[in-house]
């Protein structure tokens, strides 16, 4: 599949390639275990480590989570402060069930935007959820990453508009409606880890 897209940017495709590419991105999958998005999002919550890393400087640690994150092909990485009415009330809803009363009480809510090629709202195949796979990645590796070092962190469910104006997003997922490159933004991670508001670029 990979070496087809040359052939598709330079209009030398066939009839055959066509088909089987819109079959790639559009077709959704037959069984869903075929594809990792589930399983990541159904992935069970690992514990802290018992120690934790000292954090001087909440800024340098948001920074550093935006690395992380770029590394794994993030292109913006978002904090809000959710420890305050109405805000708290709405990640509450969205956290799982079992660990409201756990990370109910975190301060920050991380999020991050992916680019997307195509729209995966429409591109229902296993190449057009490849960005979905990706977002559910990011947060899954931010989640473990933070845990390891010492704090509490849970991923959520899909973030509420009102957590995206919080976090900076509402505007740029708002944006990329309708057109190419299309915005994901992962679900949020949820945690106690020293952190302050911000949204941070790829030019930071």
């Known amino acids: 599949m990979k070496e087809l897209?040359?052939?598709?940017?330079?209009?030398t495709s066939t009839g055959d390639d066509r088909r089987l590419w819109d079959q790639f991105i559009n077709r959704p999958a037959r069984d869903p275990a075929n594809a990792v998005v589930e399983t990541l999002l159904r992935a069970p919550e690992g514990r802290p480590f018992p120690v934790k890393t000292a954090?001087?400087?909440?800024?340098?640690?948001?920074?550093?989570?935006?690395?992380?994150?770029?590394?794994?092909?993030?292109d913006l990485l978002a904090v809000a402060a959710v420890d305050r009415e109405p805000l708290a009330?709405?990640?509450?809803?969205?956290?799982?069930?079992?660990?409201?009363?756990?990370?109910?009480?975190?301060?920050?809510?991380?999020?991050c935007t992916l680019r997307a090629p195509y729209d995966p709202a429409s591109a229902r195949g296993i190449g057009g959820q490849f960005v979905v796979q990706q977002a559910a990645i990011v947060s899954f590796i931010l989640a473990g990453y933070i845990r390891e070092m010492g704090y509490g962190a849970v991923r959520a469910g899909s973030a509420p508009q009102a957590l995206l104006a919080?976090?900076?997003?509402?505007?740029?997922?708002k944006e990329s409606r309708g057109r190419a490159p299309y915005t994901v933004v992962t679900n949020p991670v949820v945690t106690d880890i020293p952190l302050i508001a911000r949204t941070i670029g790829s030019d930071e």
């Open 89 to 111: 009330s709405a990640v509450r809803e969205i956290l799982p069930e079992g660990l409201v009363q756990e990370a109910g009480c975190y301060s920050w809510a991380v999020l």
């Open 55 to 74: 954090v001087h400087d909440p800024v340098a640690m948001s920074g550093h989570l935006r690395e992380v994150a770029r590394f794994y092909g993030a």
């Open 5 to 11: 897209l040359p052939r598709f940017l330079q209009g």
């Open 166 to 173: 919080a976090a900076g997003l509402g505007q740029v997922a």
